[in-house]
């Protein structure tokens, strides 16, 4: 079992920055391919970024150039950092770990979200 916890939300403007982390317990964090996603109102839950236990990335087209995902091992920690920020960045942003065994079985955790507004 992982447990989630994802902070730094909250409303910003056009154009701002915001830096969310996921502290992460329960388990051996390095081993999880960890990933931001996020659901925005009316609207099914997306991808945003992943990271894998060797530290590759990936991003969402949309989001390229002004996310950037991360993780510190040491403090079973992931990070988002979100620069540019748009009004339609806005959305309940979640945490996620995954991990497949040795048989394939895939195992899947997700963190409660938070809220990021981005308006004027």
């Known amino acids: 079992q992982v447990q989630l916890v994802e902070s730094g939300g909250g409303l910003v403007q056009p154009g701002g920055s915001l830096r969310l982390s996921c502290a992460a317990s329960?388990?051996?964090?390095?081993?999880?391919?960890m990933g931001w996603y996020r659901q925005a109102p009316g609207k099914q839950r997306e991808l945003v970024a992943t990271?894998?236990?060797?530290?590759?990335?990936n991003y969402a087209d949309s989001v390229k150039g002004r996310f950037t995902i991360s993780r510190d091992n040491a403090k079973n920690t992931v990070y988002l950092q979100m620069n540019s920020l748009k009004p339609d960045d806005t959305a309940v942003y979640y945490c996620n770990a995954a991990r497949v065994d040795s048989v394939g079985r895939v195992y899947r955790y997700w963190g409660q979200g938070t809220q990021v507004t981005v308006s004027s």
């Open positions: 329960g388990s051996i964090f390095s081993i999880y391919t």
């Open positions: 990271i894998s236990s060797t530290s590759n990335t």
